[in-house]
């Protein structure tokens, strides 16, 4: 049974496809094990397993025939709870849109669903996805499936829970400050920020180029055959590039590449722990040929307090209309957002495109010299799992940090929004919480991100692939 859960969304389809499985056999272990950890990881808001069943029995119809629905027909794709699916409910993590429901289908939910893919259940995120961690006053705790007393991150924890612990195929998130990389990261996954404009999203953040659509999934292949399905022009977003981009799913070694790494991207305090798993990522490297550099980014602290500064202005603004009539609805950490948001000038949103241009202008011409940068995706494993950015301390290695995305080194990248930006694990804290390692490639080349990528997987056999690289349930 956990070897069925665990199979990779590739094999399934194989499994599928020969028929030495059935979607309804993998769903229905899927549905069993998120039963039976629904307490203990509480990965999921909304399910619709009757429903979901009922569409496993028609995809083994289609794969029995020879005619399948498309590339994901009778995987369980598990949707985080701030996407649309029309008729059904969306909650946002929040008491405020406890009673919403969708009169339109999310263009990239669209794109999943016409794929033949079986939307069971929809995963946990903070109040308006606007914290690292995954609590909120309507869901409760989601909790890390490799130790219930940490985080699995956020904001689309609820999916990197769920991938961790069996109950789903594949899933979608969204970052706009390491919302995929976070949880991906702390749950031993991939996940993957394409670049600004590669996905749509819905209005009004398909404007905000902070934020990004994305997969997370238990392997590279497997975030790869997401993120093609999910990728796109669309009339219904302006933002969307043209032409659509299809990534490979095989690629040349990485022998000969030069790669840079950054252990702090300048101003970022890394843990011991992180900072051995990291080197030991890019000894992984090394070994594939590739020689690897420690620099010197040429960044400091105006990053990640413009980050900040960006993030409080818009995001914070767009909760900050709420407030008046619904403020005591909101969780601690999504009122601080919004407040902080009325006093943000528009002084404060210009200079923090100030330090992204002079960012980028360092980052820029370091990716043309390099194939790619590497640096750890969370300075820390994670925190604990009810921690509230507004009001709780972090302190590393002795040095206090800040409490929203101190702790992880995602931010700055939404802010270098057009570079692709892949997060693999790069092993474990003695918390036995994953760590990660983001592997940065030039602006909208993200071929080369799955390249590096897919080598380094390769090279380590994997994830997931037996009872020991799985978490105790």
């Known amino acids: 049974m956990t070897d069925l859960l665990y199979l990779t969304a590739t094999e399934a389809l194989a499994r599928f496809a020969d028929r030495t499985l059935s979607p309804v056999e993998l769903l229905e272990a899927q549905i069993a094990r998120a039963e039976a950890t629904a307490d203990s990881v509480n990965a999921f808001t909304y399910t619709h397993f009757d429903e979901a069943l009922d569409n496993a029995k028609a995809s083994e119809a289609r794969w029995a025939r020879g005619t399948p629905a498309g590339c994901l027909d009778g995987l369980a794709v598990a949707i985080k709870d701030e996407s649309h699916i029309e008729g059904k409910p969306t909650s946002y993590g929040s008491l405020i849109t406890r009673d919403f429901v969708a009169d339109h289908t999310s263009v990239m939910n669209a794109r999943i669903l016409s794929e033949g893919a ?32 940490f985080t699995p991150g956020g904001s689309s924890g609820g999916s990197a829970a769920a991938l961790a612990s069996g109950t789903a195929s594949l899933a979608t998130g969204s970052d706009i400050g390491g919302s995929i990389r976070i949880p991906a990261s702390c749950c031993g996954l991939v996940g993957y920020k394409p670049p600004y404009g590669r996905n749509p999203d819905d209005p009004p953040f398909n404007l905000d180029f902070f934020c990004h659509t994305g997969p997370l999934a238990r392997s590279v292949s497997d975030a790869i055959l997401l993120q093609n399905v999910m990728c796109g022009p669309s009339p219904l977003d302006i933002s969307t590039l043209y032409p659509k981009l299809v990534l490979p799913t095989e690629y040349a070694p990485i022998k000969g590449w030069k790669i840079a790494l950054s252990m702090d991207l300048g101003s970022f305090t890394i843990s011991d722990e992180v900072r051995r798993n990291t080197l030991a990522a890019a000894q992984v490297l090394r070994d594939l040929g590739a020689s690897v550099d420690e620099i010197e980014i040429g960044w400091g602290d105006e990053v990640q307090s413009a980050c900040m500064d960006y993030l409080t202005h818009l995001f914070g603004g767009s909760m900050s209309v709420l407030l008046d009539e619904h403020g005591d609805d909101m969780t601690p950490y999504c009122r601080a957002f919004a407040e902080g948001a009325l006093i943000s000038t528009a002084r404060d949103f210009v200079r923090s495109l100030e330090v992204a241009g002079a960012a980028y202008m360092k980052l820029g011409p370091l990716l043309e010299e390099y194939d790619c940068l590497i640096c750890p995706t969370t300075a820390i494993p994670a925190v604990p799992a009810d921690f509230d950015p507004s009001r709780g301390e972090i302190a590393i290695e002795g040095v206090t940090v800040r409490p929203e995305l101190g702790w992880v080194l995602t931010t700055p990248f939404n802010m270098m929004s057009r ?14 919480v994953p760590t990660g390692l983001q592997i940065v490639a030039p602006a909208y080349r993200d071929e080369i991100a799955m390249q590096a990528a897919m080598a380094y997987e390769a090279a380590l056999g994997g994830w997931f692939g037996d009872t020991k690289a799985r978490p105790a349930l």
């Open 118 to 149: 079986i939307v069971h259940a929809r995963t946990a995120t903070p109040e308006f996805s606007c914290a690292g961690v995954t609590w909120s006053r309507l869901w409760g705790v989601t909790r890390n499936p490799w130790n219930p007393e």
């Open 419 to 432: 570079c692709p930006v892949v997060t693999v694990p790069s092993g474990f804290g003695a918390s036995g």
